[in-house]
């Protein structure tokens, strides 16, 4: 599908003082894209976000918004909005003065103006509260507002700084259904930042990991989760066991690699040029126990367990080697294992994945 | 503590508070209310009466014929007094907006530093400070030099004019507007700000629409803190002013000495001190009423 580029990022980098915040970063997002910006906190994504908004400035790189350079343009010239993280809602106006601001300053007439604030509140449910004050709403109101108030210039892109951490759990759920189907709706270009990997996983088209301030890995978000990268990727999104894995030789994209408990496998690889020490990734969904043991099949001893309701996640000692399983209570009365019972673990060749040490 | 100990802690106390507000407070402004009503005294000084003629000289004159004629004079000085106050207010607030903008905005370890800058005339008596203006702005005074330096014409004098009545009032009187205006923008969260410049607002807009609105509760403060002590001034209209310009604070001064009339005087600083109380109370309702708007 042949679309427009929304955002370009040129060799970007950022240092404050002697630290590093960003080190070379390049990639495009396209028209109608919900794009994530997933990392640690320190990794360099919010500064990236503060770049597009023009809050900060690169120390080496371009951004270009609709394929033109926005380096000379302030934040306010730029046809791109931001949710912030505390909202930043302004207290002394009432919610429909906060959406109109933006229209306002744009010049808009009053007519097209009420016309439009009446719109954004009616997409995001708060009709009703046009005339209150954002003292008297609620986090999630609060968050709706502020969506509104960022949708409601119509901007080119739409940067969102972690707006869910500061909602509870229920409503971050319902939130992340909602910003995905607005994104839809207006068909703006999404760049959401959040270091919450489920999120990313969640909402996104396209993902872009960060860690010291490198891209790590961009991806949709099943190959980030299946496909990793490397080991920083492996271990930031989801979990994983990394196993010391001995390469003993590569071909292609394969691998054929000495485990642990001795055995002998080939499996997908990243990173990885000849012979020598790696990391072996399995995650702990793709082990199967017992009767769902599959593949390779390894004996081993149960040393922990921990209830999730929907699934179970057991601590597995195999020759030494601690392994996390992680196992789904499909039935009502599904089997259970007690620590310091004997059970076999089976993994196929094709879920491991072998990543450079 | 039990409840009844609780109670009489509470009553007994607040002894020396009542003790303090009724020595320093309500007995010496009982006192000049009385003198105002008091008969004045052939050489100064006053017997006890009850008599408003004190306060219908603010008004009308006696004239030949024993008859009351309205006269303005006093009036004149009460307006001047209060134009003097606002122009004064007005000043320092225009100029510590941008002054407590920059010590907000300061690297967090300077700005203790500035913040004392601020204060550091309060450390030097105030007599001492408005000489200091005097010799500023005599002849060959620095302003004169500056002036010419500059290229200015030839000027009588920049002593004994309403510019320099000004200039020392905005000069003692502009830290007591700085701080609460500083606390205020210190406050203002810079998200707000961002917010602004991202939904499309210049600099202009920003401070009209943002800034002002939120800090207005400091301003507000400053320019009590201001108006009251600068409505109230002697020294700046007597040494900058020459005494040309009368004020309140200089007539209720001249009442009680060279005047000898000293329930005339109580009964102008009566009004004095009614003109305080009026902006008191207007500022203490406006703020009830921002702060039932802002309330959830």
Request: aromatic share 10%; charged share 20%; with cysteine.
């Amino acid at each position: 599908m042949a679309r427009g580029k929304a955002v370009e990022v040129y060799n970007v980098s950022k240092r404050f003082g002697s630290y590093q915040a960003l080190d070379q970063v390049s990639f495009t997002i396209h028209e109608n894209e919900f794009f994530t910006l997933l990392g640690p906190s320190g990794c360099g994504k919010t500064t990236l976000l503060r770049m597009i908004a023009g809050f900060e400035s690169p120390s080496e790189g371009a951004i270009l918004l609709n394929g033109a350079e926005i380096e000379t343009l302030p934040p306010h010239r730029r046809r791109v909005n931001t949710v912030f993280q505390s909202y930043a809602l302004f207290p002394h106006m009432t919610l429909a003065q906060n959406i109109a601001f933006g229209l306002e300053n744009l010049g808009w007439d009053r007519k097209r103006r009420e016309a439009r604030v009446a719109e954004m509140l009616e997409l995001v449910h708060m009709t009703q509260f046009a005339a209150r004050r954002p003292a008297q709403l609620s986090g999630g109101q609060r968050q709706r507002i502020a969506l509104a108030r960022a949708l409601a210039p119509e901007p080119q892109v739409l940067l969102l700084d972690e707006p869910l951490s500061a909602l509870d759990l229920k409503l971050r759920q319902a939130m992340r259904d909602e910003l995905r189907s607005l994104q839809k709706k207006t068909g703006i270009t999404f760049i959401f930042v959040t270091h919450d990997q489920e999120e990313a996983l969640d909402m996104s088209d396209r993902i872009c990991v960060l860690g010291e301030g490198r891209i790590q890995q961009l991806g949709t978000p099943a190959e980030i989760y299946e496909d990793p990268e490397n080991r920083f990727v492996a271990d930031f999104i989801g979990e994983t066991n990394f196993l010391a894995a001995e390469v003993l030789s590569v071909e292609g994209d394969m691998a054929r690699i000495r485990t642990p408990f001795g055995l002998e496998i080939t499996a997908r690889q990243k990173g990885l040029t000849g012979p020598g020490p790696a990391t072996l990734s399995l995650r702990p969904e793709k082990i199967g126990m017992q009767s769902q043991a599959d593949g390779h099949v390894l004996q081993g001893t149960v040393r922990g367990r921990n209830y999730m309701g929907g699934f179970t996640h057991y601590t597995v000692d195999v020759a030494g080697q601690p392994l996390r399983v992680s196992r789904r209570n499909a039935l009502s009365h599904a089997e259970s294992f007690e620590p310091g019972q004997t059970v076999s673990l089976g993994f196929r060749e094709d879920s491991a994945r072998v990543l450079a040490q | 503590m039990t409840r009844a100990a609780l109670k009489s802690f509470r009553l007994w106390g607040l002894v020396p508070a009542w003790a303090l507000m009724g020595l320093t407070l309500i007995i010496p402004v009982a006192i000049v209310a009385g003198v105002s009503l008091a008969d004045r005294g052939p050489y100064g000084g006053f017997n006890w009466a009850l008599n408003v003629s004190s306060y219908r000289e603010i008004l009308f004159t006696m004239g030949w014929t024993d008859e009351l004629e309205f006269d303005p004079k006093y009036l004149v000085i009460i307006g001047r007094t209060l134009a003097y106050g606002l122009a004064t207010t007005a000043i320092c607030m225009a100029l510590s907006v941008p002054v407590a903008y920059v010590i907000a905005n300061a690297r967090e370890n300077w700005k203790p530093f500035l913040v004392y800058l601020v204060t550091l005339p309060f450390w030097v008596s105030m007599i001492v400070r408005v000489y200091a203006w005097l010799i500023i702005l005599g002849n060959e005074g620095l302003a004169e030099k500056t002036w010419k330096f500059f290229g200015g014409g030839d000027v009588d004098t920049f002593l004994f004019t309403p510019g320099a009545m000004l200039t020392g009032m905005v000069y003692s009187y502009i830290p007591l507007m700085v701080l609460p205006v500083y606390a205020a923008i210190e406050k203002l969260d810079p998200a707000l700000l961002e917010a602004s410049h991202d939904l499309y607002g210049n600099r202009w807009t920003t401070l009209r629409r943002v800034i002002l609105p939120l800090t207005w509760p400091g301003l507000a403060a400053g320019a009590i803190l201001v108006f009251v002590p600068a409505i109230g001034t002697v020294l700046e209209p007597m040494l900058l002013g020459g005494g040309k310009q009368m004020m309140m604070g200089t007539l209720i001064q001249t009442q009680f000495g060279g005047g000898r009339n000293w329930p005339f005087g109580a009964a102008i600083a009566m009004v004095l001190m009614a003109m305080v109380v009026i902006v008191l109370v207007l500022n203490a309702r406006r703020a009830a009423a921002i702060a039932r708007e802002m309330e959830p």
